[in-house]
């Protein structure tokens, strides 16, 4: 019966995404939802669990808290850790590891904690059981994960394994790729309402082309992947999981528009198209060897457009000739469209020309970033909504 019942579960993101993480949980069935920094905690089912990992879009990763203590010195972190019924989670048979959090006056050391929890674990296993679980930080069966705020320490075993953005699909990458769980979340932060084609004019590996097609197909994300680590939990139930993977299949849609890419990279071509193979939506995505900056739109119904353009971190280019030059083509040649661009280049993003109607704060990796809207109408904005 204690398999139906509902826990605690927290989800990690990235900054900016936890309203679109939070939206994400509530129509799938969560309960109980708040929102924190880079995280949403929520409450579920073992089923629930099950079905956050394949089909959440937005989420690095499903904790599920199984202890709390107070502490504030390492005494008491590897006591309470020593103390805690590791048995109930943990066998000799399983390998694990431990990765830490840390934002504590009393802590200041992430590897030192995740050591003295080590100690703590190993050591209650030789001492009632004359024997010990091994530590195996590359692939464990067991990933346990320690946070500490100022004096609150949370155990946790992370439900996932493998950050939940490597979703089995992406073997070929550019210079710069963006993740997966970020292209998402700027597909659904652009509220493309799937009513028209989506468009993107830098495709590089095709991240961005792919996340939208799942987005427009409803196509659990991880429902490829080969593993997760709650099934190596000793209360993991196959049946369930078959049942849960079925449901969420069973919810995918038709979409009847076109999802289609540019770039000017040969090899960013031969790479989307892997990718997209990889991930069994070659019927639904195309892309073309096309310099977006010699293009024009094709169509004269409504275009949604959303493109990771160059930074210049990583690329040799003069970033204020380049967004002049997409400020340009969008006025020139893509009326009628609604076009989202994420740059960490904020000076550079002057150069556009345009005025944005909406900016939004996000992290690219470690770059402080904007995505940005620019509506381009096939005449005045005023003329546009008489």
């Known amino acids: 019966m204690s398999k139906n019942l509902d826990?605690?579960?927290?989800?990690?993101?990235?900054?900016?995404?936890?309203?679109?993480?939070?939206?994400?949980?509530?129509?799938?069935?969560?309960?109980?939802?708040?929102?924190?920094?880079?995280?949403?905690?929520?409450?579920g089912d073992k089923g629930f669990l099950y079905k956050s990992n394949l089909a959440i879009r937005t989420a690095i990763r499903i904790l599920?808290?199984?202890?709390?203590?107070?502490?504030?010195?390492?005494?008491?972190?590897?006591?309470?850790?020593?103390?805690?019924?590791?048995?109930?989670?943990?066998?000799?048979?399983?390998?694990?590891?431990?990765?830490?959090?840390?934002?504590?006056?009393?802590?200041?050391?992430?590897?030192?904690?995740?050591?003295k929890t080590k100690d703590a674990i190993v050591d209650r296993f030789r001492k009632t059981h004359k024997s010990r679980p091994n530590v195996d930080s590359v692939n464990p069966d067991i990933k346990i994960n320690i946070h500490i705020r100022k004096s609150k320490c949370t155990i946790s075993l992370d439900s996932s394994g493998k950050p939940l953005?490597?979703?089995?699909?992406?073997?070929?990458?550019?210079?710069?790729?963006?993740?997966?769980?970020?292209?998402?979340?700027?597909?659904?932060?652009?509220n493309w309402d799937k009513n028209s084609d989506f468009f993107d004019p830098?495709?590089?590996?095709?991240?961005?082309?792919?996340?939208?097609?799942?987005?427009?197909?409803?196509?659990?994300?991880?429902?490829?992947?080969?593993?997760?680590?709650?099934?190596?939990?000793?209360?993991?139930?196959?049946?369930?999981?078959?049942?849960?993977?079925?449901?969420?299949?069973?919810?995918?849609?038709?979409?009847?528009?076109?999802?289609?890419?540019?770039?000017?990279?040969?090899?960013?071509?031969?790479?989307?198209?892997?990718?997209?193979?990889?991930?069994?939506?070659e019927d639904s995505i195309k892309v073309f060897k096309q310099n977006f900056f010699h293009t024009k739109k094709n169509k004269e119904e409504h275009l949604h457009m959303v493109f990771n353009p160059p930074y210049g971190e990583r690329l040799s280019i003069d970033l204020d000739i380049f967004y002049k030059k997409i400020g340009d083509n969008l006025k020139t040649n893509y009326t009628n469209t609604c076009a989202w661009l994420i740059t960490s280049s904020l000076e550079s993003l002057k150069k556009v020309g345009l005025s944005s109607s909406k900016k939004i704060k996000l992290f690219n990796g470690k770059l402080e970033s904007r995505l940005v809207k620019y509506e381009i109408y096939s005449g005045s904005k005023k003329k546009k909504n008489n």
């Open 202 to 281: 830098m495709c590089g590996s095709g991240t961005i082309l792919i996340e939208a097609a799942m987005i427009a197909k409803n196509f659990p994300v991880n429902f490829n992947r080969s593993n997760f680590s709650f099934q190596k939990w000793n209360d993991f139930d196959q049946t369930l999981f078959d049942k849960i993977k079925e449901s969420v299949l069973n919810k995918t849609i038709a979409f009847n528009h076109e999802i289609y890419g540019y770039d000017k990279s040969p090899s960013a071509i031969l790479k989307s198209n892997q990718n997209i193979k990889n991930a069994g939506l």
């Open 165 to 190: 953005n490597q979703r089995g699909y992406r073997y070929q990458t550019n210079i710069a790729p963006i993740n997966e769980v970020l292209a998402a979340g700027i597909v659904m932060l652009s």
């Open 64 to 115: 599920k808290p199984i202890a709390v203590f107070d502490i504030k010195n390492d005494k008491e972190l590897y006591s309470s850790v020593f103390n805690f019924n590791w048995e109930d989670y943990l066998s000799l048979n399983n390998t694990f590891s431990i990765d830490s959090i840390i934002n504590s006056e009393y802590f200041n050391h992430s590897l030192y904690v995740s050591q």
């Open 7 to 43: 826990f605690k579960m927290v989800a990690k993101t990235f900054f900016g995404l936890e309203d679109v993480l939070a939206k994400e949980l509530l129509i799938l069935g969560a309960r109980n939802i708040k929102t924190g920094v880079r995280n949403v905690s929520f409450y």
